[in-house]
């Protein structure tokens, strides 16, 4: 199966800074996802993302499936972005995500 | 509103018992799946269906199994808990078999002891 790799795995920021996450496939995937694991557990799904740009007020996500990479971008950040984030895919037919290990972010004051 | 809801949130048992996991959702999707996150695992594939009566199995499949009698619900059985299984579970849904975006429920602690 495919092989998902995120960057940074931890990220500490002060409140108000700007952050890029990475995710890394090591095929073509399909159905690209980010998602948000609050420090309550709960996955929040951010964007579906499978190519393109998309903004979604403080958080936007590019994804270039031709290099098999997407990017997260958090702007303004808040202690509320706080969590574990997280990208996932498919590769052939049908739903089936694979996801990262994660990025782990803590926003202080 | 439109939800998938787990049952029950926490749960401890003792190794050999047979534990069933509750998942329903009320957004009418064909796709259910069920996943296992561990520390340094992130979260893999138990099980998915693609519709009443279909089942699959995924990346980490033994030792559980699934049934869809129906839309809403797709229950998780651990047939004999063992203490690797000892992890949070996740329940998801989507609308298209060909993709789109999973919508989770908010997950089931089991500790197997």
């Known amino acids: 199966g495919i092989q998902v790799e995120q960057s940074p795995p931890d990220l500490i920021l002060q409140e108000g800074a700007n952050s890029t996450l990475r995710c890394n496939f090591s095929?073509?995937?399909?159905?690209l996802q980010w998602f948000h694991q609050n420090p309550w557990g709960q996955l929040i799904n951010l964007f579906y993302?499978?190519?393109g740009t998309k903004q979604n007020g403080r958080l936007s996500a590019t994804t270039v499936a031709t290099e098999r990479y997407s990017l997260l971008y958090i702007s303004s950040s808040q202690t509320t972005d706080s969590g574990v984030y997280f990208c996932?895919?498919?590769?052939?037919?049908?739903?089936?995500?694979?996801f990262g290990t994660g990025t782990q972010l803590k926003v202080e004051l | 509103d439109a939800e998938i809801t787990q049952s029950p949130r926490h749960k401890i048992t003792e190794t050999g018992r047979q534990v069933t996991l509750a998942c329903h959702q009320t957004?009418?999707?064909?796709?259910m799946f069920w996943y296992r996150q561990d520390l340094g695992h992130g979260l893999r594939l138990i099980h998915y269906?693609?519709?009443?009566?279909?089942?699959n199995k995924g990346e980490v499949s033994d030792g559980y199994s699934v049934s869809r009698s129906n839309t809403e619900d797709l229950p998780l059985t651990l047939e004999s808990a063992a203490s690797s299984q000892t992890s949070v579970y996740f329940c998801?849904?989507?609308?298209?078999?060909?993709?789109?975006?999973?919508?989770f429920g908010p997950g089931t602690r089991l500790l197997v002891l």
């Open positions: 996932a895919g498919t590769t052939g037919g049908g739903n089936k995500l694979t």
């Open positions: 957004w009418n999707h064909n796709n």
């Open positions: 998801a849904s989507s609308e298209s078999q060909r993709g789109g975006t999973q919508y």
């Open positions: 269906s693609y519709g009443v009566q279909d089942t």
């Open positions: 095929d073509s995937v399909n159905n």
């Open positions: 993302i499978p190519s």
